[in-house]
């Protein structure tokens, strides 16, 4: 291991007792033993058609035989004119323009640009800053860390973007315990904009970011009422709201995105993971055309916004979205995630009194599970339950003491009974 760094992990202790994958097919894993590790995450909340998609795998084969690589700017080709034009069909109504990027830390810092640009390009410059939530993560770049609310993400990194705050969280213990869908109270939350638009001038206000359901930080799902009440206030007052869809878009919650899902429409959107069913890697921002024209419009010549990848709408990536959302919609599989959301949530929840769990949120094929903190510290307890689950064959991800779930949408009711009975028997060996 002395080579490899690896991300958002611990080095040192991995390579005293390394977990390692060597295959995967549907929805499971194998280690370099041959031992099948059910997959409850989606890899990282990314293989949403399951692994080993033989049409995905002979689309960038083909592709990488036809135009493996096509300069991103001021060069064009019809795969990445397809995917765009591809992806408009399930975005929501009034969403439909796409700029590609790699990764969600690229979408969300695209966005935040676009936004500034956009207001810039209207007349307003000073419309500068940022508003996230706290517990929100949207990626490791600077823009996404400085309007990010996971501190110990941003400790080791010096001074962010200033013109930044932060709403507060969604997060409601006390009324919300044990939700199924969006829990019953908190949509006042959303009245924090309130505060901020006070205390900076709504004028000086590019945009809000939220991930609708907070996921890395331990899945909080937005309370009823709270999407709309955002919603009305940024358009109240002239400010963009961007719904950072990095896990919750392609299928999670039962519908293609958050936005479809809760009824929500934002004005822009970050999206990657699900999107080459993490495959191959790809993200985008998409918008309403009107953010774009209006950015157009105030660069009557030349190029309208400095920013873009080498990799953006990369011919492969694109091949890899094509086939991806060509298999979601044959299979029907966000219907299926529907379908199939009541049973993990009853599945899920009967997990309730178990040792140790303090709360179970569940919407669509999302689950957070959360535990009291053991006796040697925050995180740990969480952390040994984790290792237990794969040592039982049961990949899980865990933040603090949060564990959360978001399997392949391709997932059975077998599959969900056989990730309850492990968590079950590790919840029950753990002190
Ligand atoms: C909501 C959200 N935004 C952004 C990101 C960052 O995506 P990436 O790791 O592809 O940069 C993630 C990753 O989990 C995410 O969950």
């Known amino acids: 291991m002395s080579a490899l760094w690896m991300p958002f992990t611990a080095n040192r202790a991995f390579a005293a007792s390394p977990r390692i994958l060597a295959e995967a097919e549907g929805i499971f894993y194998r280690d370099t033993a041959g031992r099948e590790i059910l997959d409850a995450v989606a890899g990282l909340w990314c293989v949403n058609a399951g692994h080993g998609r033989q049409e995905i795998a002979d689309a960038v084969s083909r592709q990488l035989l036809t135009l493996d690589y096509a300069p991103a700017f001021q060069m064009g080709n019809p795969y990445t004119v397809a995917a765009a034009e591809r992806l408009t069909d399930i975005l929501p109504d009034g969403i439909d323009t796409v700029f590609f990027t ?175 069913n993490g495959v191959v890697p790809m993200g985008a921002v998409v918008m309403a055309g009107s953010i774009r024209d209006a950015i157009f419009a105030g660069a009557p010549d030349g190029i309208e916004l400095f920013h873009g990848y080498t990799y953006s709408g990369h011919p492969v990536a694109a091949a890899a979205m094509l086939a991806t959302l060509d298999i979601y919609e044959r299979e029907q599989l966000f219907a299926h995630a529907a379908a199939i959301a009541p049973y993990w949530a009853d599945t899920l929840h009967a997990l309730r009194g178990e040792p140790h769990v303090i709360d179970i949120r569940t919407d669509g094929l999302v689950a957070g599970i959360e535990l009291e903190p053991g006796p040697r510290g925050p995180g740990t307890r969480g952390f040994a339950i984790f290792e237990d689950c794969f040592a039982r064959g049961l990949l899980t991800r865990v933040t603090g003491d949060i564990l959360a779930l978001s399997p392949p949408l391709i997932v059975e009711r077998g599959h969900i009974d056989r990730a309850a009975e492990t968590l079950r028997a590790a919840l029950r060996a753990a002190d």
């Not at 810092?109 to 676009?114: E, G, Q, R, V, Y």
């Not at 996230?132 to 001074?159: C, D, M, T, W």
């Open 102 to 276: 790699n990764s969600g830390s690229e979408s969300v810092d695209t966005a935040l640009k676009i936004a500034r640009a956009y207001h810039a390009a209207r007349g307003e410059p000073q419309r500068n800053r940022l508003v996230g939530r706290n517990r929100g993560y949207h990626g490791v770049n600077f823009g996404g860390l400085s309007v990010g609310g996971i501190a110990r993400n941003k400790e080791q990194f010096g001074p962010l973007l200033a013109e930044v705050d932060h709403l507060v969280d969604t997060h409601d213990p006390e009324r919300n315990l044990y939700s199924r869908g969006q829990p019953e109270f908190g949509a006042e939350r959303a009245d924090d904009l309130l505060r901020l638009i006070e205390a900076h001038g709504a004028n000086s206000i590019a945009a809000v970011i939220v991930e609708p359901v907070a996921g890395s930080t331990g899945v909080l799902i937005p309370p009823k009422a709270y999407l709309e009440r955002l919603r009305a206030i940024c358009s109240a007052h002239g400010i963009l709201l961007i719904f950072d869809e990095v896990i919750t878009g392609f299928g999670r919650l039962g519908a293609p995105f958050a936005a479809q899902r809760y009824g929500v429409t934002p004005d822009l959107m970050t999206m990657a993971k699900g999107l080459t």
